[in-house]
């Protein structure tokens, strides 16, 4: 049993309280549930309470057992930063592509090329579950030390049904083995492999008929994702994938309208997908299904920053009423790092989404987006004890010293797990 745990006398708590049942959205996403001055006590893996300093100080005085005391003077505290797009699991670097790309060489042209996301295949096709293993948990070293506390981890590196599971199966064992927690996506369909180049139909026969029942049946991933995009799999190939996994209780996900605008966010109101990413390129009609359906936009503008792209236009959603997450995309090719405060940074100044708004896609929305809300996402008595303490006074500072690492102190389930050296 861990420790009672009390943060004493933070400067600011962003609590993004009250919205463990349904996402955000609207102007919802400005409202952060402040505390000034408060206090936190947590017991197990749970937070027992959250509110005002005086009234955490008066709850643990009723306590029998002594806190182990966090001194948060002058800081901020966060739930923990939940990211809820990533491409963890996979060998090797694509650093080359950037020169390709400077010298104006398109994404999907080097993917047509053999590059790419194929490139990264063959580099997961060769390396053994142990590689995968410890390459992908120095990248999640990384995210901790960042302040993500639960992330999302999708396959689509191996495709061919062994490699696929060779991938999920070290993500399993990366969550079971490290402190942040990881929710698996299949995603078979991330490009049809070069030895099916001019039979894509029998790619997605394997991916149907083979590979996502071996993934359920072998409870490997709680989301079906595909990459619907023109010149990888159509709206159609895509619908009948997601249908698919749907039939199996997997849950869908789209990489939708990133390139180009392809129906993708319709799509993904269509198949009733809880969430669809990108959209750089959605359309407008998309967007207001997406709304009606209650379909949550996973934005990624630290993928259109590496790729030089023209963000989502995140402001149109928000006010469309679409409910808006953010993630980092952790790929080797369009967006190589672990920070979700830099990804946020671009969030709020290439996107315009404000500092408040900024922090419940990160936290809040962001659980909603892979299933969690219920357990994590916001700092409420009962929630998970996932919470992150910052070197800043107050949330509109973490996106105004951009891109430097403020985290001091990361609890997760309970236990601090960065940081908290010089603490008693
Ligand atoms: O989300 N867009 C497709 N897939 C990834 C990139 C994968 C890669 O380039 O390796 C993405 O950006
Ligand atoms: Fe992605």
Redesign the pocket.
């Known amino acids: 049993m861990n420790p009672i745990l009390y943060i004493k006398n933070a400067n600011q708590v962003v609590t993004v309280s009250g919205a463990s049942v349904k996402p955000k959205k609207g102007k919802e996403m400005a409202e952060l549930g402040l505390i000034e001055h408060g206090g936190i006590v947590i017991g197990g893996d749970r937070i027992l309470f959250a509110g005002p300093d005086e009234e955490a100080q008066a709850f643990v005085n009723d306590l029998t057992e002594e806190p182990i005391v966090i001194d948060a003077t002058g800081k901020l505290v966060t739930p923990g930063l939940i990211d809820a797009?990533t491409?963890l699991v996979?060998a090797g670097s694509?650093e080359k592509?950037l020169e390709m790309r400077l010298q104006g060489a398109t994404?999907i042209e080097i993917?047509e090329a053999g590059g790419?996301?194929l490139?990264?295949t063959t580099q997961t096709r060769q390396a053994s579950e142990e590689q995968l293993f410890e390459e992908s948990k120095k990248r999640l070293d990384r995210f901790l030390q960042y302040g993500v506390t639960t992330l999302e981890a999708?396959s689509?590196?191996g495709l061919t049904i062994s490699d696929e599971l060779k991938q999920l199966r070290a993500a399993r064992k990366l969550n079971e083995s490290h402190a942040i927690d990881i929710v698996s996506t299949f995603?078979g369909a991330?490009?049809v492999p070069l030895e099916y180049k001019s039979d894509p139909e029998a790619y997605i026969k394997i991916v149907i008929e083979q590979m996502l029942p071996a993934v359920a049946e072998q409870k490997l991933a709680v989301f079906c994702d595909v990459?619907c995009?023109h010149g990888?799999f159509t709206v159609d190939q895509s619908e009948r994938i997601l249908e698919a996994g749907k039939k199996l209780g997997l849950i869908p996900k789209i990489?939708a309208d990133?390139?180009v605008t392809f129906g993708g966010a319709e799509l993904a109101a269509k198949v009733g997908a809880i969430s669809a990413?990108?959209l750089l390129k959605a359309s407008d009609e998309g967007i207001a299904r997406m709304a009606e359906a209650g379909v949550i936009a996973v934005l990624?503008p630290g993928?259109a920053f590496f790729?030089m792209e023209e963000p989502a236009d995140a402001r149109k959603m928000i006010e469309a009423g679409v409910p808006v997450a953010l993630a980092t995309?952790r790929?080797?090719?369009?967006?190589p790092t672990e920070s979700l405060p830099l990804i946020m940074n671009f969030a709020c100044l290439n996107m315009k989404m404000t500092p408040a708004e900024v922090l419940t896609a990160s936290t809040i929305n962001a659980a909603h987006a892979i299933g969690l809300a219920k357990e994590i996402g916001s700092i409420e008595a009962g929630k998970k004890a996932d919470l992150v303490i910052y070197d800043a006074p107050n949330y509109l500072f973490i996106q105004y010293n951009f891109g430097v690492n403020l985290v001091d102190t990361v609890i997760k389930n309970g236990k601090v797990v960065v940081g908290g050296n010089d603490r008693d």
């Not at 790929?331 to 967006?335: I, L, Q, R």
């Open positions: 797009h491409h996979f694509r592509e994404y993917l790419g996301i490139y990264s999708k689509g590196y995603m991330h490009a990459f995009e990888v990489h990133e390139i990413d990108h990624l993928t790729l995309d790929n080797p090719g369009s967006c």
